[in-house]
């Protein structure tokens, strides 16, 4: 049966097409509108959606998909885990999502998602299914951002691959302190985990989880460690399939 699966970030839309469990098609837009997504259905004809939004004000989105489609409003209500988090309400959609598709795709195993996006943040869903919560923190373009908007002298620096431990320059050495810091804030939470977890996946996932994949593929965590950019479709994905 064919799915529609929306993710709506801070930053960009995923939209996304599934046949049961396979991932068919997938759309990355700066934002999903009324008129879009009736275009896009009338391309691409799908049964069942669901979407998956940080933001408020998708009514006019779900209005098209009531319409058309057998539409499911995912909430904690219909995760299908053990969610302990006090304030199920308050809780991004996205880090919900995230934990379902690290169960789908690891059954029977302690998982760490770790969404790299806009903000960084670090979820685990147990072997027996129970959520209890996770960390919130600056993404990288944050970090970037808020060193030139609270200094008086730091230049807003863009963000690109930077290897090296020590830049010989302001642009370089801002670089360094994010993504080497950002680098061992990630490792450090890794091991905090594993020292509570047995035998824990952690999965990667978020627009800038590609600035780690390579250094933490060639790292001790190497054996335990998987990037999966669709992990948050997967999930959502997963609560249809749950229905």
Do not use: W
Not at 44 to 61: A, F, N
Not at 95 to 121: E, S
Request: contains cysteine; aromatic residues 6%.
């Amino acid at each position: 049966m064919s799915r529609l699966v929306i993710d709506i970030g801070n930053s960009r839309t995923k939209i996304a097409t599934f046949d049961d469990q396979k991932l068919v098609s997938l759309n990355v837009l700066e934002e999903l509108s009324e008129d879009k997504l009736q275009s896009y259905l009338k391309e691409t004809p799908v049964q069942q959606s669901i979407i998956s939004s940080v933001k408020d004000g998708i009514e006019d989105l779900e209005k098209v998909l009531v319409g058309q489609t057998d539409y499911i409003r995912f909430s904690a209500a219909n995760a299908g885990i053990d969610n302990q988090y006090k304030t199920p309400q308050t809780l991004g959609l996205d880090r919900l999502a995230g934990v379902v598709g690290a169960k789908a795709l690891n059954p029977g195993k302690n998982c760490l998602v770790i969404d790299l996006g806009t903000c960084i943040t670090y979820d685990a869903i147990d072997k027996d299914n129970v959520y209890r919560g996770g960390s919130i923190s600056a993404g990288l373009k944050m970090r970037l951002r808020a060193m030139h908007d609270f200094t008086g002298r730091l230049p807003l620096v863009p963000l690109k691959e930077f290897d090296g431990l020590e830049g010989n320059d302001t642009e370089t050495s801002m670089l360094s302190g994010v993504v080497n810091g950002t680098y061992l804030e990630i490792a450090g939470f890794i091991e905090r985990y594993r020292s509570q977890y047995a035998e824990l996946q952690v999965i990667l996932c978020g627009g800038d989880a590609n600035f780690f994949d390579t250094r933490f593929k060639n790292s001790i965590f190497a054996h335990t460690l998987k990037t999966e950019p669709d992990l948050v479709l997967i999930g959502l994905n997963e609560v249809i399939n749950q229905q």
